[in-house]
């Protein structure tokens, strides 16, 4: 395995990994005597591993070779426009339609949904 790939693989680990456990956490109610400003501490503090994971994206494309980068940031680019346009097509729809109400922390998500979709599709950088 190519240096860039073992460590993009090493920190995708351990920001999710650390994403999983503080919203596992959270979720069997270990933060449930939190109170303000704690919770927000807590939102930025589970927020966290998200920014580093794109860091960690990030330093991928960087450090890999220049086609490797360059295909990487074409479908990394696509699937983010794509997950801007649903994301805001839904709100629109929410507005104007009476749509149900998407969370926004359902946007990381999508967006890696996105670049699965569009992966097998891009396949070189033109």
Do not use: C
Not at 55 to 61: S, T
């Amino acid at each position: 395995m190519p240096d860039a790939s073992r460590k993009y693989v090493i920190r995708t680990t351990l920001f999710m990994g650390g994403y999983v456990a503080l919203n596992v956490a959270a979720i069997t109610g270990a933060f449930d005597d939190l109170r303000p400003p704690g919770t927000w501490a807590f939102a930025l503090a589970a927020a966290a591993p998200i920014a580093g994971h794109v860091w960690a994206v990030l330093a991928y494309m960087r450090d890999s070779d220049e086609f490797v980068g360059a295909v990487m940031a074409r479908r990394f680019i696509v699937a983010t426009g794509l997950s801007m346009a649903l994301v805001s097509a839904w709100g629109l729809m929410e507005v104007y339609a009476d749509a149900p109400h998407f969370p926004a922390i359902m946007l990381y998500p999508l967006l890696w949904a996105a670049f699965a979709v569009v992966t097998p599709f891009i396949q070189s950088t033109r």
